[in-house]
């Protein structure tokens, strides 16, 4: 049988052909880069269209559009200038659903019912967004799974408005809650029920009108690094057969707006209710009642916390349990 042998300048030709073709088409795991406008109209149309794991950039303006992803993208600020989304009070301004491996940087998203709301989905990064005046929560965490980092969520609306809600996640990946600031929200600063493990660490959460931290409902929790100050009720509340590490955050200022105080009122760190926490290396100062207190057939466990100005005394239990630690042990 007879070889075909192609000669050299046609070998090069397919060769140089062939690398042509391979720099054009994105490879695996590579972000393709479509922008708002110029590619796309609207970030709507970007988000329908797009093909997977694009990186959409938009372009600075306000967005007037209730966003649903439902398969691996990015969205990100092109570049200087604000990029404002906002929807209805009825709808969340984006939505991240039944997906995975998304990304949502450096926006502002204003109003909406959530100003990030992620449901059945995981590996989703929200980071370095301003989000304010959502009517229930500005960043919503039900059946996923979430990296918050670095975001600034303030002032969700009354009645019902929280910063940060992370809540039935516990057949899902840990989630974690860190860097954020977190201001002036109706209820409280950042919540979890019913959740599996969850790391909420280096917020700074300030001036919410309930609790600036609370774990409840059966969560799994390292609380670590934060600074809450002058919130309402509690400063950091562990409720409901929740179990905690609570270490090295600063309290401060917890107050009560209610003129009747009751021993779950006021308190810089509260275990409540069959709970189970190891305080160690917390600084709490100027509560409105205790420093810290344990209620209800809890267990606590304390290492070298430090407790100064609380207006009753620093540390109270209704005959719960409370034992010494060795500290948090472990990464944090």
Not at 93 to 99: E, G, P, R
Not at 184 to 213: C, F, K, L, Q, W
Not at 292 to 308: G, K, P, Q
Request: aromatic share 4%; glycine share 10%; net charge negative.
């Amino acid at each position: 049988m007879r070889r075909t042998v192609l000669p050299l300048a046609r070998v090069l030709s397919l060769i140089c052909l062939w690398l042509a073709l391979l720099a054009a088409a994105p490879a695996s795991g590579l972000s393709e880069i479509v922008r708002v406008p110029g590619d796309y109209a609207s970030i709507g149309e970007a988000v329908a269209q797009a093909p997977a794991h694009s990186l959409i950039e938009i372009a600075a303006g306000k967005y007037s559009e209730a966003l649903v992803i439902e398969r691996p993208l990015s969205l990100r600020a092109a570049g200087p200038g604000e990029v404002a989304l906002s929807a209805p009070v009825d709808r969340p301004v984006i939505t991240v659903q039944d997906t995975r491996a998304v990304k949502i940087e450096g926006l502002t998203i204003l109003g909406g019912e959530y100003g990030i709301f992620i449901t059945r989905s995981q590996d989703v990064l929200v980071r370095d967004n301003f989000v304010a005046n959502s009517r229930l929560t500005g960043i919503k965490v039900r059946l996923g799974a979430a990296d918050i980092l670095d975001n600034t969520v303030v002032n969700a609306q009354s009645p019902y408005g929280m910063g940060i809600h992370v809540t039935n996640t516990m057949q899902w990946a840990p989630s974690r809650v860190a860097g954020n600031i977190v201001l002036g929200n109706a209820r409280s600063g950042v919540y979890t029920n019913m959740t599996g493990m969850i790391t909420i660490e280096d917020n700074v959460v300030r001036g919410n009108g309930e609790h600036g931290i609370a774990v409840t409902e059966m969560s799994h929790a390292d609380v670590f690094g934060n600074l809450v100050e002058d919130n309402s009720l509690t400063g950091i509340q562990l409720l409901d057969m929740s179990i905690a590490r609570i270490c090295d955050n600063l309290v401060a200022d917890t107050r009560s707006e209610r003129e009747t105080l009751n021993i779950r009122q006021g308190n810089g760190i509260t275990v409540d209710f069959h709970s189970e926490g190891v305080l160690a290396g917390n600084r709490i100062r100027g509560s409105a009642q205790y420093g810290i207190s344990v209620l209800l057939s809890s267990y606590a466990y304390l290492h070298e916390n430090s407790i100064d100005s609380s207006e009753a005394q620093s540390l109270f239990s209704d005959g719960s349990e409370i034992g010494a630690a060795q500290g948090c042990e472990g990464e944090h």
